[in-house]
């Protein structure tokens, strides 16, 4: 339910998101009580989906306009900015993690900055032992022939830079890591 209202898929609109030869996989990450989770839904039809969980598969229909789940009422939902809230015999919140934040590529704690996606460092702006502010460009990293900055997610000291201008990372491989802050 909370994957179906972040995609906005609950209504009608079968032509929103039309494909050729194969189901469109629309996929989202939500986070539950602070653990992420990908949903992937594939339309196969205006009143049937199939979404993958971690957990397997599940089939959603649509019969008398009310979508089901294995059989099951779908619950009420409400979207209000990066939340979703499933209402079942109690309000129960999934955040919505957007892929393209960037200051959400920040390791928990803000220390590490990781690359959001596998790409190409082109340019490095931090040295090791540099104050910087929240906000501040550390890296650009290019991915899919775009360029994207990697913001400082607080204000710090940089302690190391892990990656140097013209290498490969994968997805998540730490570029930037800022001194813990002391409390």
Do not use: C
């Amino acid at each position: 339910a909370a994957a179906m209202a972040a995609l906005d898929v609950t209504g009608g609109d079968w032509a929103q998101g039309f494909t050729l030869w194969e189901p469109l996989a629309r996929s989202v990450t939500l986070d539950w009580q602070g653990a992420p989770f990908d949903a992937v839904l594939r339309a196969e039809g205006p009143d049937r989906q199939r979404w993958t969980l971690d957990e397997g598969e599940v089939l959603a229909e649509r019969h008398g306009g009310r979508w089901q789940v294995q059989g099951a009422p779908l619950p009420e939902t409400s979207v209000a900015g990066g939340t979703v809230t499933v209402f079942d015999s109690y309000g129960l919140p999934f955040g919505v993690i957007d892929p393209l934040d960037r200051e959400g590529h920040a390791g928990g704690d803000g220390n590490i900055v990781e690359a959001p996606m596998p790409g190409l460092v082109k340019a490095v702006f931090a040295t090791p032992g540099q104050a910087v502010a929240a906000g501040d460009r550390l890296a650009v990293l290019e991915a899919m022939k775009m360029e994207h900055a990697l913001l400082a997610a607080r204000d710090g000291v940089v302690a190391e830079v892990l990656a140097e201008a013209g290498s490969q990372v994968e997805a998540g491989a730490a570029l930037v890591r800022l001194e813990a802050e002391e409390t």
